[in-house]
């Protein structure tokens, strides 16, 4: 079955420090990732989509030069806090879609950011 | 009006009972239908992906579609407290094909706890 990969799958920063979180898909090509943030008992906010070779699409209220996506090859995503402040502390989630069939999205198992 | 309407619950079941689950949404658009459930400080993982409307059955659970009414369910049969988790439905209203995918518009999740 497809498999996403999420490193780290916790992280504790200083503010004012960076922070990069990798989503990887394990057995498929990915030519979409999506990233989410997610807060305690709240469903998935979408922060923005991730395109392979080309810019992420970020959705509105995100700070592109704060939440710097990366999506350089077909399996690989990364997802950069800049300059992370305690109010950045979140639980962060990407997915990828699954190309070629009824597969749905396949989501990593999440990045819980702390910042300190 | 949210796209998607979920009941957060939270929903209290005895092991064993039937737990239904529900989703509206507005959008008619919307054409794949999935279930994904949430485990504390995870990733969502799919449990159904359903297209238009009808039924699909995997186990225990059990997907229904009703377009008409633009209505979505899913079923848990048996439950167990293995089975304590959030629930999540999403939709999209394109297939997941080459390129670009369209992003998923998820529910707010029902919380659901089964007591053994």
């Known amino acids: 079955g497809a498999v996403v990969s999420q490193h780290p799958s916790w992280v504790i920063c200083k503010s004012g420090t960076s922070v990069k979180i990798e989503c990887r898909s394990l057995d498929f090509q990915a030519t979409t990732m999506f990233w989410y943030r997610q807060f305690p008992k709240q469903s998935l906010m979408l922060m923005a989509t991730s395109n392979e070779g080309s810019k992420a699409t970020y959705e509105q209220g995100v700070e592109k030069d704060k939440f710097l996506i990366n999506h350089a090859s077909l399996t690989l995503s990364t997802l950069t806090v800049t300059s992370a402040h305690p109010e950045d502390s979140s639980f962060y989630i990407c997915?990828?879609?699954?190309?070629?069939?009824?597969?749905?999205?396949?989501f990593g198992s999440g990045t819980r950011l702390t910042v300190v | 009006q949210k796209e998607v309407e979920q009941d957060p619950g939270p929903l209290s079941v005895p092991e064993g009972a039937i737990v239904s689950l529900n989703c509206t949404y507005s959008n008619s658009a919307f054409q794949y239908f999935m279930w994904y459930r949430q485990y504390s400080r995870k990733g969502p993982e799919l449990l159904m992906y359903t297209y238009s409307s009808g039924n699909k059955e995997d186990g225990r659970f059990t997907a229904q579609v009703d377009k008409s009414s633009k209505y979505i369910s899913l079923f848990i049969r048996d439950s167990q407290p293995s089975d304590s988790a959030t629930y999540l439905c999403a939709m999209s209203s394109s297939v997941i094909s080459s390129g670009s995918a369209r992003q998923l518009t998820f529910g707010s999740g029902t919380q659901l706890t089964v007591l053994p």
């Open positions: 997915s990828a879609a699954r190309t070629g069939g009824p597969y749905g999205y396949t």
